[in-house]
């Protein structure tokens, strides 16, 4: 940018000035004849209208925002993804939504690793755990592979020290802890990196009921699930209610002694009756007990929209099966589902829902309590316009700009907010004796 300005005071002792914005510096170029002392007057007059003018408040770029602030996405699958499909993420992938050159492009600091066990896999005992032990070893194969490029982070001083070493950092999660029951399970995956859990997934688990689950097995959590809770606080692993029944949430908020969070959960105020999201008063509970509700990007999360698509497409599924006595997994059922679906496209949320529920919350609870669970590789062909993988942070960036967050704000919904929880998590382990255990000194 370069502008220009020419100036004539009527004395003629200062006949011209001349400054040029570049990149937000102005630099001045005087010309004097005579009257010095006047003219220095006239000069100091001119530069303060001209701090005036500048003073218009700069937009950071949100690349650079991204580049600047930690980036941490509570809930990405990729080792499950992996698991199913091995692909070497380090480079550019064909498929999935995460790969190191677009994290790279996106800004992404952390990402907390999901390590995924299906109900139906933890049910079966051993099988869950060891696939608990795989998906973590996986996660260790990438930094082996490109220690260069990504670190596995035990503790919150590994994700501050890969920040500043320009690696990514991948701490872990457990999305449902069934595998961690087990007597001295739980101390072993703390070992290996585990750093929250969520207490069940699809079904009810020996921890708790599951929001999917209209058989609650529980009432909401069960007694090994209640004293589970606090052995999780006191080892400094964080509490994740996302997945888990009403009830269950209830129970937890009031016997974790630490900030707990959902993390890859958005608000039920937009999907009426989906118990996966929470209401809004669970957000405000969860505000008010320091928590954090990291939102999640598939469309069935965001939109009623989307939630009414999914409806009538198993209505119709569910229908035309038992109308034509054909198997879940036949061909002719699936050959009439695409004859169904061919003219029904899939009704995407875009940007604008995510910050809608980041908004939500906000009003709710305050800028402290919601950050980013996208929930990346777990959502299949439904995430929205804008935000189809991990290169699209900026664009969230430039989305919560426009709705007029500041950069402080901004900071504490990419990340800020999930470091504070998880050193505060970290500090409560520590008054019990059990220190933080890192990867490296620190
Ligand atoms: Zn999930």
């Given amino acids: 940018m370069l502008v220009y300005n020419r100036l004539t005071v009527n004395s003629g002792m200062l006949e011209a000035i001349e400054y040029y914005a570049f990149q937000g510096v102005f630099f001045l170029r005087l010309t004097i004849h005579q009257h010095f002392i006047a003219s220095f007057i006239s000069i100091v007059i001119i530069l303060q209208l001209g701090a005036c003018a500048s003073k218009q408040p700069q ?21 499950y993804r992996l698991h199913k499909l091995y692909e070497d993420v380090t480079i550019a992938t ?12 996106g800004g992404l600091d952390a990402v907390f690793m999901s390590i995924y066990i299906p109900s139906s ?26 220690p260069d490029k990504f670190v596995v982070s035990y503790c919150t001083q590994d994700v501050f020290a890969a920040h500043s070493a320009g690696k990514i950092a991948m701490p872990m999660g457990m999305e449902n802890g069934g595998p961690m029951l087990p007597s001295g399970n739980l101390a072993h995956f703390y070992q290996r990196g585990i750093r929250y859990v969520t207490l069940a997934h699809a079904k009810s688990n020996a921890i708790s009921d599951s929001s999917y689950d209209e058989n ?7 007694e090994a699930g209640a004293a589970f809770i606090q052995q999780l606080n006191n080892t400094g692993i964080m ?14 908020i009031k016997l974790s002694k630490t900030p707990i969070i959902a993390s890859h959960s958005s608000a039920r105020h937009f999907t009426a009756g989906f118990q996966r999201n929470m209401s809004d008063a669970m957000i405000k509970a969860l505000g008010e007990q320091g928590g954090v509700i990291q939102i999640n990007y598939g469309s069935n999360f965001l939109t009623q929209k989307a939630q009414d698509y999914g409806k009538a497409v198993r209505d119709y599924r569910k229908q035309y099966s038992a109308d034509h006595q054909l198997a879940e997994d036949s061909e002719a059922l699936k050959s009439a589902m695409s004859l169904y679906l061919a003219d029904k496209p ?53 989305g919560l700009q426009q709705r007029g967050y500041n950069e402080d704000e901004i900071a504490l919904i990419l990340g800020g907010n999930l470091m504070r929880i998880w050193q505060t998590v970290e500090a409560y382990a520590l008054q019990k004796g059990n220190p933080p255990l890192c990867k490296a000194r620190h």
């Fill in 59 to 79: 937009v950071p770029l949100p690349e650079s925002l991204a580049r600047k602030h930690l980036i941490v996405d509570t809930h990405i699958d990729v080792p």
């Fill in 239 to 252: 509490v994740d209610i996302s997945h888990v029944s009403d009830k269950a949430f209830w129970q937890v």
């Fill in 121 to 146: 896999v933890d049910a079966l005992g051993q099988p869950g755990i060891d696939l608990a032990n795989t998906l973590i070893d996986l996660v260790e194969g990438i930094a082996k592979q490109a």
């Fill in 94 to 105: 064909e498929n999935g939504d995460f790969d190191y050159p677009r994290a790279k492009a």
């Fill in 216 to 222: 609650e097995a529980w009432n909401g959590l069960s």
């Fill in 346 to 398: 899939y009704p995407y949320a875009s940007l604008s829902d995510v910050l809608d529920h980041i908004d939500h919350v906000v009003s709710i609870t305050g800028v402290k309590h919601v950050g980013l669970g996208s929930d990346y590789d777990g959502v299949g062909d439904s995430l929205p316009t804008g935000l189809k993988d991990v290169a699209s942070y900026p664009k969230l960036i430039g």
